[in-house]
C-alpha cells in the first residue's frame, strides 16, 4: 500500500484516483475547483462515467479515497504524486502547459522528504524535464525527489475496465527508486510493463494515439472509394483487420473522431515536431481526413433532401461517442452547424449528452426520445452509435416522419432492414 496524491480530479484523476483506491492504496484527489471538491465530498461525481459514481462511494466509506482543495495536503501526505491536470490545446494547436507548471512549483514549494512526482497527463516529449527544472528552481528544502512519467490509455465510458485491463502499463523513470515504487504501485494489475526513459514514455502516448487517429482517417478515405466503386466499406475493413499486422480495432468508418484526446493530441504532436524541426504531414492529412468527414455526411443529406433550406433534420446521437455526455470536439457541432449554415433545422435527441450541448448549442430543439426528434423530420442523421438507437421502433419512427430518409454517420444500423422498412437509408462507405 501506497500513500498517493493526484493532482487535478477531472477525467483521468478521479478515474486514476478511485482505481489506485479500489486496488488497496490510500489516496488523496486533489482539485483547486472547490467547487468540484464539494460535490465529490457529497458522493456525487462532477461528469458521467459508467461505474465511477459506485467506485468512488465504496472506497470513501472504506476510507482509501479522500478529497482536498490543496495541492499543500498532497505533497504533505503523500509519498507519490501523480499530475493529472488539464493539458488543453492553444489557439495553435499547441499543449496549453501552465497548469503542469503551476502544479510542479506548488509541489516544489511544499516538498519536505522524498517525493515521486509523476505525470500523467498527456504532454508533449521533454515535459519531464520542464518539470525538474521547475523544481530545482523552486524547491525550498535541499530534499530528494524523482520525476517519472506514466500515461494512461482510458478510453471514456470504459475507463475503470480499461484501468484495471491495460494492454501495458508505461513507465518513464530516471531513477532504480522511481521504477521500484511504480512496479509496485501496479503489482495488482496484470499487465506487461513497458520501463523506459522519461522522453519515451512521453513519445508512447502522443505516438500510440496519432496512430489510432491515423488506422480512423486511413479507412474512412477507403470509405470514399468504396462508396465511389460499389465496395463495402464494412466489409473491407473485416476483410483487412483478419491480417494480424493490421488489426480489428479502429477500422469502423464513419464521420470521424473527436474527444478530449485525438484532435487534441494530433495537433500537439504535430506541433511539438515542427519544434524539433520535422513536419509531421502525414498527421496533417490525417486531420484533413477527419475534417472532410463531417462536410462529406453534410454533403450526403444535402444530396438527399436536395436542398436543406427549411428542412427538418432529426439529429440521433450528440456526444462524440457513445455511452458518455463529452461533447469536446464532437463531430455533432461541426455537422449541426453546417446544416444550420444550410437553413436546416435541427430537432436533436442524445440519452446522456443533451444537458452539455444546451451549453455549446442553445439555439437548436432537443427532443425528449427519438420518436419526438423524428417526428416530422425530413431526415435522420445518426451521428453517434448508442445502443438505443439499433433498438427503436423503425416502422413508427417512419410513419412519424414527413420523408423516411436516413443517413447513418455510423454505419450501425442494417442497411436491407431499413430498406425493407421503406426507408432510403445511406451508409459511409457502403451502398
Ligand atoms: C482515446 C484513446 O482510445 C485512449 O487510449 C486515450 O487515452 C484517450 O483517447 P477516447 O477518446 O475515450 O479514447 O475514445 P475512443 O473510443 O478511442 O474513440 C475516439 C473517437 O474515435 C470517437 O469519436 C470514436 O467515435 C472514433 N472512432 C473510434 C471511429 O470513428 N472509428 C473507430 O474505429 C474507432
Redesign the pocket.
Known sequence: MRKIGIIGSGYVGLVTGACFAEIGHDVLCVDNDERKIKILEGGGIPFYEPGLEELVKKNREAGRLRFSARTKDAVDTCEVIFICVGTPPKEGGEADLSAIERVASEIAENMTEYRLIVEKS?VPVQTGRRIKRTIELRKKKNVEYDVASNP??????SAIY?FMHPDRIVIGVESERAARILREIYEPIKAPIIETNIESAEIIKHA??SF?AM??SF?NAVSIICERSGADVMKVAEGMGYDRRIGK??????????????PK?LSAFIKIAEKLGYEFNLLKEVEKINQEMRHLFVKKMEDLLWNLKEKKIAIFGLS??PN?DDMRSA?SIDIINLLRKEGAYISAYDPRAMEKAKEIMPDIEYAKDPYEAATDADAIGIVTEWDEFGKLDYKRIRNLMRTPIILDGRNMLDPEEMRKLGFIYRGMGRG
Open positions: 498527456t494512461e490509455f482510458l478510453r471514456e465510458g480499461d500510440s494515439n489510432l488506422k480512423i479507412i480495432e479502429f477500422l469502423r468508418a464513419g464521420i470521424g473522431f473527436g474527444g478530449s484526446c485525438f493530441d462524440f461517442k458518455t463531430p
